[in-house]
């Protein structure tokens, strides 16, 4: 990683983008630090509850990285989604570090025409709202800090996606794929990468950084059974008023095409990494 001075550290560390996507990227002996609740601690990890302020400011006051990746979340989850961010907000200004903080498209209400950049969060539920107040306290307590929103995330089989697709076939799950709510999936890899890129650049204030291709949830779970040598048939689909899941967003997808002009970093289609 050109331009890093110091350690990095990553904090919520060990969901879809992980340890192996920053390590690879970083080398090991730059991350010093990857951190979640159920981590072990083993391996020089270490334990952070992100909701606890006291704790956080700790941690990173003794650590002084010069980077903190925030992919740390917590489904319907307020205190680790929104107090969270903030509590890292907080603690990278004060140690003067780069900030990426991993949004999400959850914040959008969903609309036919594409999100860009810097649109305001229009959530329709809780998880939603609780990322566009990430978002808000982010650009408050550190307006340097970069803003990644993101989509679905692919790649591999630590794909929550991936996973649910197939188990869905397999009948190890019960449910469906939405046939009506689109998004652009991005692979994990590439996310990281992409990360990467904007941890060592001067870019301030959100940033969409998805793949090109808008594919419904439908769609991917074909993608992934063709991938897997399945029947694409075997998916089961319907609409998402039929999921009984409360309101959601159908049409979310994101214009990454400024993170496509200034990164390296290639954002492949859906159809070309799963
Ligand atoms: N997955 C997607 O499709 C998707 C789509 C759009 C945006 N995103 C965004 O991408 C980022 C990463 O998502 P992901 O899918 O990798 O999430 P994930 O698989 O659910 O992993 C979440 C991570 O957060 C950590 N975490 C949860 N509560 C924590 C707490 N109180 N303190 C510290 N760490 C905590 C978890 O560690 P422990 O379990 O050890 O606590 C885990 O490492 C998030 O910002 C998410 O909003 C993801």
Known sequence: ??????????????GSLGPADVVGLVGSADVVGLVGTSTTGAGGWLRLDITDRSAVLTLVSSVRPAVIVNAATRYGDWAVCADGAAHV??????????????????????????????????????????????????????????????????????????????????????????????????AVQDLAAAIWELADSDYAGPINVAGPEALSRAELGRLV??????????????????????????????????AASILKTRLRPASGCI
């Open 89 to 186: 907000a907080l603690a990278a200004a004060e140690v003067g570090a780069r900030l990426v903080h991993v949004s999400s498209d959850a914040l959008h209400g969903g609309r036919p025409a594409p999100y860009l950049d810097a649109d305001p969060p229009t959530p329709v539920n809780p998880y939603g709202a609780a990322k566009a107040a990430a978002e808000t306290a982010v650009a408050a307590i550190d307006p340097r800090a970069v803003i990644v929103r993101t989509s679905l995330l692919i790649g591999d089989n630590r794909s929550t996606h991936i996973r649910l697709a197939l188990d869905l076939i397999s009948g190890r799950r019960s449910g469906a794929l939405f046939t009506d709510e689109y998004r652009c999936p991005i």
């Open 1 to 14: 990683m050109v331009g890093l001075v110091g350690p990095a550290d990553v904090v919520g560390s060990v």
């Open 225 to 258: 059974a063709a991938r897997h040598g399945l029947d694409p048939a075997s998916v089961p689909t319907q609409p998402s008023a039929e999921g009984g899941l409360g309101p959601r967003s159908a049409d979310v997808r994101l214009d990454s095409s400024l």
